[in-house]
Structure formats: structure tokens, C-alpha cells
């Protein structure tokens, strides 16, 4: 997802030193336990499930933000994430069987160096992978933010503060083989900087000759300047 780190790249408002986490590079960087990280490199934790592990105790032990490199950006991140003392894609939709609630999105967290929502999460997942060697649950990491939200006051309080934001986020991922039509397109980017995309389904620039939602996010990236 190249052009997604291109935009992320380009839409930080120049504030923002970026560094591009990889299985090459994250012993640089993380205070992983080595149990933990013999568990990855024998098979036993996927590399979705380790970026769990990464993403939390890089945000704990340096603060800043944890973007997915799924994730496409549309406009400048907005000034009050610095503001609060955690801040997350707080999106609003979800369907009952869904952890997060809307709440919360693991994908785009931000927050200041030792936060306790975040080292509360940390602390348990690291638990869990010292001493159980398979994932009991998928979204294990929002099982515990639920855990935290709905436990603690000051857990509950940390989300609450967040405002809502990019209500639309997955619009795009929805969309992305359909025809493109720029005044819903338009619509979707008065509420929303960042869009959710996907590596695991690949998505036609056009369809009929005429290009579609994928083929504009092409189009888009290699014109950002």
C-alpha cells in the first residue's frame, strides 16, 4: 500500500517525523519480550496479531500515532489530536456484534508517552501472548479496550473526551469497484481525512472503460504534492 503511506506521508502537516515499522525493522524500536517474539518468528502469532503487540508498546513507550498503512488520507490530521490525551478514528458506525462500538478503531490511535489506556491493553496482551501460544479471539485488542472502557472510569473518560470523527471511513473500501462519482465522494470527505482500505481484495481502476473509486484513489495519490 505504497500510495497509502505516500498520502500519510503527505497530509501530517509537515509535523511529524515518519517511521515506517516493518519485520525488518521493529527490533529497532520495541520493547517486545523475547518469548514473545520466538513465539512470532515459530508461526505462532501472525504478523496481524504481532503488529497488535508493536503498535501498543510503541505508543506507550514513545507516544505519537500508530497508522495503519491501510489507511489513505484525504486532508491534514486534524490540530486536536496533540490535544487530547488519546485520540482514535471514533467513527460511530458499528452493527451489534461489533467490540469496538464505533468507539474506538485500532487502526489509527494516538496518544502521549505512557498513557493508561493504552499501557492497561498493552499489559494484558503481552500476558496473554507470554503464556498462551494460539489467539483466542480475532480482535483481541478491542476485546480489551472493552474491557478497559467498561471497567474504569478514567478508561471510559479517555474515549468519551474523543469527539466523533470520520463517520465515513469505510465508505471508500465499500466502493472501491464501483463507477467513481465525485459529488458523493465530495460528501464523504466533509466528515472523514481518513479512509479504511484493504490489501487482501484487489479492485479494477475501471470498469467499462470509466474509472471507479480505486482507480480515483490512483489517480489522486500520484497528483499529491
Request: aromatic letters at 18%; proline letters at 3%; charged letters at 25%.
Amino acid at each position: 500500500m505504497k500510495f497509502c503511506i505516500k498520502s500519510i506521508e503527505k497530509k501530517n502537516n509537515k509535523l511529524r517525523h515518519i517511521i515506517i515499522i516493518s519485520k525488518d525493522n521493529y527490533y529497532q524500536y520495541c520493547k517486545i519480550p523475547s518469548k514473545i517474539i520466538d513465539k512470532f518468528n515459530r508461526g505462532n502469532i501472525s504478523i496481524t496479531h504481532f503488529s497488535d503487540l508493536l503498535r501498543l508498546d510503541l505508543l506507550y513507550t514513545y507516544g505519537g500515532i500508530w497508522i495503519d498503512s491501510t489507511m489513505w488520507l484525504v486532508d491534514n490530521m486534524p490540530s486536536n489530536i496533540d490535544k487530547l490525551p488519546l485520540f482514535t478514528i471514533k467513527h460511530g458506525q458499528f452493527s451489534d456484534w461489533h467490540v469496538c462500538r464505533g468507539l474506538w478503531s485500532s487502526f489509527f490511535l494516538a496518544c502521549g508517552k505512557g498513557d493508561s489506556f493504552i499501557g492497561f491493553a498493552r499489559e494484558l496482551l503481552f500476558s496473554y501472548w507470554y503464556r498462551f501460544d494460539t489467539i483466542i479471539c480475532y480482535l483481541l485488542t478491542d476485546v480489551l479496550f472493552c474491557v478497559a472502557y467498561d471497567t474504569f472510569d478514567w478508561a471510559r473518560k479517555e474515549i468519551d473526551d474523543i469527539p466523533w470523527n470520520n463517520s465515513d471511513v469505510f465508505k471508500l473500501q465499500d466502493n472501491c469497484s464501483r463507477k467513481y462519482n465525485e459529488p458523493l465522494f465530495n460528501n464523504w470527505c466533509k466528515q472523514t481525512f481518513a479512509f479504511k482500505l484493504s490489501y487482501k481484495r484487489p479492485f479494477p481502476e475501471k470498469i467499462n472503460g470509466e474509472i471507479t473509486f480505486w482507480g480515483e484513489i490512483i489517480r489522486r495519490t500520484k497528483n499529491i504534492n
